[in-house]
């Protein structure tokens, strides 16, 4: 027996010793669970994601609204989804932009009526202040 209060004694099974200890071997590790292989069918729609960010953008951001639902839909045609989500987000986009360049054709149709009544008014008054009917013209 070793008695550890006296180390170095020729019975003592430390490094260099003439009695080295043997241990059990070591139980194996466990095996690891298995992912699921890149592209896998897991189950769950690939575009899912990305339609939904795609009909958000398509309130706010049309043109980028289109782009992700067109990229979400054919994620999931392409893993055998129907991708509801993508198919709204493209058509909100379309209509949201169509309606967008309504209002901008009209907003640029009224300013040029505004400014083309101004330069009429000022062709009839000539330079200066003038004041009609309460609207206060300056025409260069």
């Known amino acids: 027996m070793t008695d550890p209060t006296t180390p170095g004694t020729p019975d003592s099974t430390g490094p260099g010793s003439s009695n080295p200890a043997t241990?059990?071997?070591?139980p194996p590790a466990p095996a690891a669970a298995p992912y699921p292989a890149p592209g896998a069918a897991s189950g769950e729609d690939p575009g899912r994601t990305l339609g939904i960010v795609a009909l958000i953008l398509a309130f706010f951001v049309s043109i980028a609204g289109l782009v992700v639902g067109i990229i979400a839909r054919n994620k999931s045609k392409a893993a055998g989804y129907s991708n509801g989500f993508a198919t709204a987000a493209i058509w909100l986009s379309i209509v949201f932009m169509i309606l967008g360049i309504i209002l901008a054709i009209v907003l640029i149709a009224?300013?040029?009526?505004?400014?083309?009544?101004?330069a009429e008014?000022?062709?009839g008054l000539g330079s200066g202040t003038f004041e009609v009917d309460g609207v206060t013209y300056d025409c260069p």
């Open 110 to 118: 009224g300013g040029f009526a505004l400014v083309g009544g101004l």
């Open 23 to 26: 241990y059990p071997p070591a």
């Open 121 to 123: 008014a000022c062709n």
